[in-house]
């Protein structure tokens, strides 16, 4: 069997799927790996060091697609790439099955099976999968360090013989993996944090993090969906969050701000009352950009300047760290190709919940539901 590493084509992405460290435990089963040349330069692992640990390295990227029975990978393939896959092939990553389905279309047609590692279950057996979580810890931790970089003050509290600079507030919105490590983060460097999120049960992690958790009465609603995720909520409640934002907004430096709900665009939460309530020089930074944004004027991707406010809105920060994302990222990937290498040879058991959680599609056909519902030639999305 044949493990294809591939050089990730998104732009700006500098992240790899395994490094030249992953690859004992696979070459030790008698799998054959190719890398392809350039794969790991990025994030630091040079072809040399591939060959070093054992793996071929190769120019020829078609020729690997159209050989490997294996591909982990960080994106989804192009869809050039796609037409190339092996038939039988296994294909695992950030595949973005939700939200870009029909960019998966060409791949989903074909007979291969491929994984989201958006959609491994989150339970306990699969923690060591959990790449949204790896690479939600590092955004949270980059986004308080572009944030300070950007601020026009200090973060911690000084006290000088020229007096004493007090410490920066910071508003963390969304306190589920990248936001409780945005709160961390600001503690460490001293600011003093408020958070805010739906899910009552965020509010306790908070306070040990020694940040203020502020609660909102949203009525009684049911704020939780399936999976410790965030439901999608009423007009009304997610209202009665955005005054609260707006009001806090007033009085800090920094928001970061994390609020998702799987599958589903992120939900507005700051209007543009709150920006504007902000001190000229303050800094917002959206990660929720890849989902649409949680401030209104948020441009995915774009930085802009708002009155003197600057607003961050980055697409893909753990590409930003891509030594320390790609080491988390190919242990999470490491641990799912435990559960479909066994004795070196592919084994797709389907009746694995982990895997039939992961599964997009097998042989031709979407496995999972509500991809099968997006890709319905009636529906109109995406
Ligand atoms: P996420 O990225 O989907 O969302 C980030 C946060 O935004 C969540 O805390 C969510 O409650 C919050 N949010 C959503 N809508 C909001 C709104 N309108 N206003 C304010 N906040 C809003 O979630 P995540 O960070 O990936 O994880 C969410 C939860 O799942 C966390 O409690 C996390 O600890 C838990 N989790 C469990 C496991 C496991 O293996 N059991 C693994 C990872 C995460």
Redesign the pocket.
Known sequence: MLLGILKETALGETRVSLLPESLKSLLAQGIAITVESGAGAAAGASDQAYADAGAKVTADRAALLASADLLPMVNAPEAADQARLKPGCAVIGFLRPLDAPRALAAAIARPVTLFSMELVP???R??SM?A??SM?TVAGYKAVIAAADRLPRLFPMLMTAAGTIPPARVFV????????QAIATARRLGAVVEA????A??GE?VRSLGAKFLDVDLGGIA??GG????A??TEE??DR?RDLITRTAAHSDVIIT?????GRPA?R?IRRAAIEAMRPGSVLVDLAAPAGGNCELTQPGVEQNIGGVILLAPLNLPAEVPVHSSQLYARNILNFLALIVKKGELTVDLSDEVLAGACVAHNGSPVNPRVAKLLAPTHSSV
């Open positions: 989150r339970i306990s699969a923690q959990d949204l979580s939600a919105i969304g306190a589920g993996v990248a936001g409780l805010y999120d739906v899910r049960a965020a992690q704020t939780e999976g410790g995720y965030a999608e909520l409640a997610l969050g994390t609020a998702q709900v799987p939900p939460l």
